[in-house]
Each structure stands twice: as C-alpha cells, then as structure tokens.
C-alpha cells in the first residue's frame, strides 16, 4: 500500500490523474503528519505556506483513513471548491468510495414554508423584488438541493432571501407543516450517511453552542476534524460564544409575527398596531446610535439620556408585543415559536439596559510611553466595560446605515472551546498559510486552550527570491500623519505605471480607501479603477481577472480568500501595518484584560494579530509557480520601530529595495511588459 507521500509524489495517481499536478515536499510532509494523527489521534497544528498545496495534503490522508472525518474552512466559497471540484477529482484519481456530503448553515436553503408564506403575501408583486420571487419560485419547483446558490439572476443581497429562507430564530423544527420536504433536514441526513461532510467554522460553532437545533448528532459520530484556514478560527468562536442582539432580528421578529397570524387566521387587530411600534423603537435606538459604521464599549454610551431611553423605549415596545404572542400562542405554532423568540430577545436587551458596577469599568491605558510596551498607538482603556451581563465579557456596539447590533463578547473562549473539543474524542487538524509568528504558534494556541499539540510549519515552495521584489518607499510619514494617505499615493503612482495597473491596493480602513480612490480617480491613471463598495466582491474580481490591468482598492475583505493567478496581479500594495484599531471596543478589553493578569497587551495580543494578518495580504501576491510580482509596504515605521523586525522576519524570503528604478526595472524585465511595450 503507497504511503501518503508516494500518493503524492511524481509516480502516484495524483499526477496521473489531475491537470497540472506538480509533487511538492512539503505538501508530501504536511500529509504525512495529517496521516499520522488521523491514526494515532491527538491533535496537530500545522502552518504551511502559499502554494504548499494544504487541500491535497489533507483530502488524500482523509479519503484513505477510511474515517468518518469532518471537514471545516472559512467560508462558503472553499465549501463548494472542495465539494464540486477538489474532493471528486481526489476520490476518483484514488479510486476511493468515501461517500461525502456538503452541510451549509439553514439560511443556504430554501424553506418550503416561507416560500408558501410569501406567496400569500403576494411578494411576487411587490415592485423592489418581485422579479427576484419570481425567479425563487420557478427554481423551487425543480431543485433537488434547495442550496440557493444554484439560483442565477438573483443577487446574494436580494431582499428576497430573507423572506424564503429560514434562521435558527424563526424554525418551526418539527412543527413545520413542511418539515418532511424540507431541504435543510434532507442535507442533514445525507451528511450523517456519509464519511465525509464539508461544513464551514459558522456552522461548527453552530453545532457546538446547539444553536442550530437538530445538528448535535452529526459531530458526535466524527473521528477526526480538519479545521482549514484555521487562523480565522478565534474571532469566530467569540462571536458564536457569546451574545447579541440587533436591529434586524427584531424587525424580522415582527414581520414573521404578521406573517404567523395571517397564517393562522382569527382575530388580533392589536397586532400591526404593536408591531409598528416596534419598529418605531428600533429606528429610534438606530438614531441615537450616531453615525454608521461606529464601532464602540457599550460604556460609551449606556449613561447617555438619550440611549438610556432609546433602550427603555424598545424594552417597552417589545414587552408589549410579547405579551400580545403569549395570549395567541397556542392558536398556532407559528405564533408560539415568535412568542418564544420575543422572549430570548427581551432577555438579552435587558443585559444592555443594566448600569454595571464601577469597578467593573477598565482603567488604565496602553500608551507609547510606557517602559515596557513599543505598542504603534496610544490606546485609551477608560471606556472598557469588563462587566455587563456577566464577567471577562465586553458588551459593546456596532451601527451600519440603517441598523445596529449589541454584542455581549466572551474576553477568552479557551476554556469553553477546549470543553466543545473534549466532548468529540476525535483526531485534530488546525492549518493555515498563516497560523506562526515566526516558529511560535503561542497566540494562536493560547487563544483556543489548545495545551497539547504536535506543531509543524512548512515555508510556501514559491520561488520569492527569483520572483518578487519588497519595495519600502523612502519618505513616507508615520500612519497618524494626515497626509499619510495623499502621500501613499503621489508614491506608488510611478509603480502602477511601471506595473501597468495590475495591482490591489489593500487598506486598514474604510476611510482611507475613499481618500485613495478620490485621489487616483483625479490623478489620471490609464487603467481600470476597481473601488470596493461599488459592487459586490465577486463582480469587482471577476472585472479585475477579466480586464488584466485594472487596479483594485480594497480593505479586510480582500486581505484573504482572493485568489487571482498569472499577470492580471502583479502589485500588491499595503498602505500600513494591520493594526487593529485602537478604539475597538473588543481589542481595548481584552488588552485590559491582559494587562490586569500582567501580560503585556502589544506584545501578545496586537502585535501576533497584525503579523498574521499581513502576512494573508502579502499571500496575495504570488499565487502559482510562474507567478511574478512587488509588494509595496508603505509603512515607515517597518525600519523606524523594533517591531518593523518581526514583520519583515515574517514575510517570505525576497530581495528588498528602496529606490523605485528597481522596481521600474523588475517590471521591465517582465515578459508581459515587454509584450506591452513592443506593442506600443
């Protein structure tokens, strides 16, 4: 019987059987060690680099175990790629019988029910989406699936959706009058047949909080997990650990109640008269709020006379309406399931209406003036809240155009993960492109509980050396500077002439890529000027693949998860150091909190976060073997401060320069530039 690595090698079935395969070390090593802890269990946490070939390395030991092995990535993108594509070509190329099954989360589905619901509201009439329905329904009548991403012609952020699928909130279970069709249950029991299920980190927190009802008996059965993309890993764990309350479950509250009265027939003229009022409450809180896209310690602003009543407005409003369900509830399980749901809501807003006590308040500051702390930004501490509904959690809030969300944020989720982990006895896989800073993969273990574990890490089998350059432009002034920005581009304006367009320009914030964007539209350029916001991120990729020298403004959305290849990405350039933002709310506490525990907040906390996260950018320049490429790094404070060292320790190995002819001179040498230039 071959050995993983002999699967893998140049002689094995892979290279006979898939286009393109090139066998590579590491991606040999990396399965080896996967194969291992699949037999002997434990758990592994791996870093393997771009291009190291990660989903090989861990489908070919997977379909070979003969195990029952869930598999999880960061999205629903990398779902489909390994259902539709990856896993078929390896079971076939393996001749293995591994049955596999993909698992979304129920809002990927269509929901029978509320299909039937919307028809009697006659949505297929109603001007702003009545196309859209119209298209749903056709689609209902023949999908096997209800997966909705078969859908074509209706976007992903259609109002529509909402209307026809389901949520965890507003499932009637088993009380669905459709519930033996119903598409989400039928996905359910083809993952429980089968050896191997694809699902993505949501719907795994989903399944070990039991926030998806009905799902706790698939990871039970599971002998092994792979966790892919692992580093996104602990920011989705404190969100699924904790609590929140919004705008938008509220709203549907209500909409859902109308919708379960119409349905269940009888008299409630009280009902839209309540229902109104609720809405009226939310869009007062949103008021009071402030400004969209504000992210900030519910501390900030509980004291406030005007939130304080915004709050207890909306307390009293949805009170009203519960108890309007609760005298209903039994004429119809519709009504008794948004009766149940107004209760867990109001439960949760009375968490954001309690005055917590004032020790309980953070104090203190990360500022640059401390001996022990070379932290980038002064960082104010005052307004942290480390109590609200219980301790070692941080209630905060976040408000876009028309909404917000309450959030009530464990500090530290390693115990309560590590208790999920201990409830499935089961072989562990962690691994990402970027997991370690340097060889240490402390922050990342920390974080999760994870106490004991084999750690391996492989470097990315790209060729940097021959194939990028990093550019450190001279005279840039410090981030905070206000001409930071106007400055970043006067500077790379002379590299997207030499490149030709053909660059992503990836920003820490929304405002600075707005500035951007005013300033290269003024400014000229010959290429295509991609902005993020002006369409939804697939369509700005799939221009920029299709244009080949367009130039692509984008902040965290396109730091990871974009995978463009060839010459239409030559450019990579970051504006500066990826930071978390001073002021946010979650970051403040658990810097505090580490601090009060005597750790030192920059070193283990802001600092890891940044590493990792520039690291994901930089992956987005050399993405194949004949790929070629600059990043541009526009922060001075990489050669002026002691940390610039660990970030450039951590970049892959490529020649660096300051003086701009060298990168004139990269990009010359580029065949497709010399094409160009032939050509003009």
């Not at 509904?389 to 905060?396: D, E, H, I, M």
């Not at 990836?506 to 002006?534: D, K, M």
Request: with cysteine; glycine share 8%.
């Amino acid at each position: 019987m071959l050995s993983v690595a002999e699967l893998l090698g140049d002689a094995g079935p892979l290279a006979r059987h898939l286009p393109g395969f090139a066998p590579r070390a590491q991606q040999q090593a990396l399965a080896g060690r996967i194969a291992a802890v699949l037999e002997t269990g434990g758990v592994l946490v791996s870093e393997a680099g771009t291009g190291t070939g990660k989903t090989l390395a861990y489908l070919v030991p997977v379909l070979r175990s003969g195990r029952r092995v869930i598999i999880s990535t960061a999205t629903k993108t990398l779902q489909d790629q390994l259902y539709r594509r990856d896993i078929p070509l390896v079971r076939k190329a393996l001749g293995a019988t591994a049955r596999f099954a993909l698992l979304k989360g129920r809002a990927n589905y269509l929901c029978r029910y509320r299909l039937a619901l919307a028809a009697q509201a006659g949505y297929d009439r109603v001007p702003q989406y009545g196309r859209d329905y119209r298209r749903v329904r056709t689609w209902a009548a023949r999908t096997e699936s209800g997966d909705i991403e078969e859908v074509q012609g209706v976007p992903a952020d259609s109002p529509v959706w909402p209307q026809v699928t389901s949520t965890a909130d507003n499932c009637l279970g088993q009380d669905c009058p459709e519930f033996s069709a119903c598409h989400v249950m039928k996905a359910r029991r083809a993952a429980q047949e089968s050896d191997v299920v694809v699902i993505n980190h949501h719907l795994l927190f989903s399944d070990m909080m039991l926030k998806e009802g009905g799902f706790g008996e698939l990871l039970p059965g599971a002998e092994a997990f792979i966790i892919d993309e692992a580093h996104q890993l602990p920011e989705i764990a404190a969100r699924f650990f904790g609590h929140a309350v919004s705008a938008h479950q509220l709203l549907e509250l209500g909409r859902d109640a109308l919708k379960a009265a119409h349905e269940a027939g009888g008299d409630m003229p009280e009902l839209p008269a309540r229902v109104r009022a609720l809405e009226q409450a939310v869009t007062a809180l949103r008021k009071r709020l402030g400004e969209a896209g504000r992210r900030a310690p519910w501390a900030a602003v509980r004291e406030a006379a005007a939130v304080k009543a915004g709050v207890e407005g909306l307390r009293a409003r949805l009170a009203a309406l519960t108890e309007l369900l609760a005298a209903v509830a039994e004429r119809d399980k519709g009504l008794e399931h948004c009766h149940q749901r107004a209760l867990s809501l109001g439960e949760r807003l009375a968490g954001f209406a309690a005055s917590p006590d004032a020790e309980a308040r953070g104090e203190g500051s990360c500022d640059n003036d401390s001996p022990h702390d070379d932290s980038p930004d002064a960082v104010s501490l005052d307004d942290v809240s480390l109590g609200g509904p219980s301790a070692g959690r941080v209630t905060w809030f976040e408000t876009s155009r028309r909404g917000f969300v309450l959030h009530d944020t464990p500090l530290d989720i390693a115990e309560t993960f590590q208790a999920a982990m201990a409830r499935y006895r089961s072989a562990w896989v962690f691994t990402s492109a970027t997991l370690a800073v340097g060889r240490c993969f402390g922050h990342f273990t920390r974080r999760l509980g994870i106490a004991e574990a084999e750690t391996a890490q492989w470097d990315s089998p790209f060729d940097y050396a021959r194939h990028a350059l990093l550019y450190l432009p001279p005279g840039l002034p410090e981030p905070n500077d206000p001409d930071h920005t106007a400055t970043v581009v006067r500077t790379v304006l002379p590299v997207l002439r030499a490149s030709g367009g053909r660059a992503f320009l990836l920003f820490t914030s929304h405002r600075a890529l707005r500035e951007a964007a005013a300033l290269l539209g003024e400014a000229g350029l010959p290429y295509p000027l991609l902005v993020q916001g002006e369409a939804p991120r697939s369509e700005l990729l799939a221009q920029f693949r299709a244009l080949g020298n367009a130039v692509l403004l984008g902040t965290s959305s396109f730091w990871e998860g974009v995978d463009v290849r060839g010459a239409a990405l030559s450019c990579v350039i970051v504006d500066r150091l990826p930071f978390a933002p001073p002021d946010d709310p979650v970051f403040r506490a658990r810097a505090e909190a580490l601090r009060r525990a005597g750790g030192n907040p920059f070193r283990e906390c802001q600092l890891p976060h940044a590493v990792i996260t520039l690291k994901q950018g930089v992956g987005r320049l050399i993405r194949d073997v004949d790929d070629r490429g600059v990043l541009v790094l526009c922060d001075p404070r990489l050669l002026s401060r002691p940390y610039g060292r660990t970030f450039l320790a951590n970049l892959p190995p490529m020649p660096r320069s300051r003086d701009l002819a060298d990168v004139e001179a990269f990009f010359a040498a580029l065949p497709e530039r010399r094409a160009g230039a032939a050509g003009a």
